[in-house]
């Protein structure tokens, strides 16, 4: 059973940084695909960053591309959200997720919830203005 920890949110002010941590366990992180998302209040969540398993190629929205960095290290069963240049935009419950699949997706694909098998249970991340 794959379980997936996030670490690392916190009140940050603007222009800050934080980084988030997504522990995963089993033995088979390298081959699971993952991803970032996030969820205001009163909003429904959204897509913030994923790596392919297959490449490690990133994806990223619009609206984080180029202050966000998703890396991932196999040897620690870790996936992380490096996050600069925060906004009071940004607040949210960030989650992490892990497609455990073995199909080959298209990078694009990795912005849909449905694509996720497991989800950690958030944390969150306050940008005050």
């Known amino acids: 059973q794959v379980q997936l920890v996030e670490s690392g949110g916190g009140l940050v002010q603007t222009g800050g940084s934080l980084r988030l941590s997504c522990a995963a366990s089993g033995r088979t992180f390298s081959s699971y695909s993952m991803g970032w998302f996030r969820q205001a209040p009163g909003k429904e969540r959204e897509f913030v960053a994923a790596?392919?398993?297959?490449?490690?190629?990133?994806y990223y929205s619009d609206s984080v591309k180029g202050r966000f960095t998703i890396s991932r290290d196999n040897a620690k069963n870790t996936v992380y959200l490096q996050m600069n240049s925060l906004k009071p935009e940004d607040t949210a419950v960030y989650y992490c997720a892990a497609d455990l699949g073995l199909q080959l997706r298209s990078l694009d694909h990795y912005s849909n919830l449905g694509v996720y098998d497991r989800w950690g249970q958030g944390t969150q991340v306050t940008v005050s203005s």
């Open positions: 790596i392919r398993r297959i490449d490690g190629s990133t």
